[in-house]
C-alpha cells in the first residue's frame, strides 16, 4: 500500500436509515455509509466493497444493523475505499491490477500449428481428427436423431375417443 495516504477504521451509526419505510433500510443505509465517509474522509469518490453491502444485507432488507465498522483508506487521487476492517488488508485496487496483469500475460491465441501445439496436446487444424472408438461422429448422431424421430409410433389424441377406448358396453 505505498499508494495509500490515510488509513481509519471508522464505526458508523446507523440509526437515521432506520427511520421512514422498511423497505427502504438497506439501500439508504449504504447512502449512509457513503455520505459519512465523504465528510469525514473528505472526498466525493467513495468506492463500497461487496463484503459491506453483504454486511448490511445479510439479515434481509429490513432488519440492518444498528452501527457498523469499517475500514476506510483514501489514496492520493482521492478515492476512498471501504471494506470491513476483519478482511485481509488487499485492497480492490490491488486485485484489479493482479487481474488484468494475469490476463496481459496469458497469450491471446494458443498456437494451432508447429511444435507449440505439439506440446501442448493439439492436433494442427489441417486435416480431421478422427472419432475415438465406441463414439459416433456428430454427422452420424444426427442422422440417427433424425431417424428416431420419424420412425416413433403415432400417438392418440387426448380427445373423446382416447378416453372412450377403455369403455364398452
Known amino acids: 500500500m505505498v499508494d495509500a495516504e490515510l488509513e481509519r477504521i471508522y464505526t458508523i451509526p446507523l440509526r437515521e436509515p432506520k427511520q421512514g419505510k422498511r423497505s427502504h433500510r438497506a439501500p439508504r443505509a449504504l447512502t449512509a455509509i457513503r455520505a459519512y465517509l465523504a465528510r469525514h474522509m473528505k472526498s466525493e469518490k467513495v468506492w463500497i466493497d461487496a463484503a459491506v453491502n453483504e454486511k448490511l444485507w445479510e439479515r434481509g432488507k429490513f432488519r440492518i444493523p444498528s ?3 469499517v475500514r476506510a483508506i483514501k489514496f492520493q487521487d482521492g ?5 470491513l476492517p476483519e478482511e485481509e488488508a488487499t485492497n480492490l485496487r490491488q486485485q484489479l ?3 488484468r496483469d494475469a490476463a496481459a500475460s496469458e497469450a ?3 498456437p494451432t500449428e508447429g511444435p507449440e501445439a ?5 492436433a494442427p487444424e489441417s486435416g480431421a481428427t478422427p472419432a475415438p472408438e465406441g463414439k459416433p461422429t456428430e454427422e452420424e448422431a444426427v442422422e440417427k436423431k433424425a431417424e428416431s424421430v420419424t420412425t416413433q409410433p ?3 389424441g387426448k380427445g373423446h375417443e382416447a378416453g372412450d377406448a377403455g369403455k364398452q358396453g
Open 67 to 69: 452501527k457498523i465498522r
Open 154 to 156: 403415432e400417438q392418440k
Open 97 to 99: 491490477k493482479a487481474k
Open 79 to 83: 478515492v476512498v475505499e471501504v471494506s
Open 108 to 110: 491471446i491465441l494458443a
Open 118 to 122: 505439439a506440446e501442448e496436446g493439439k
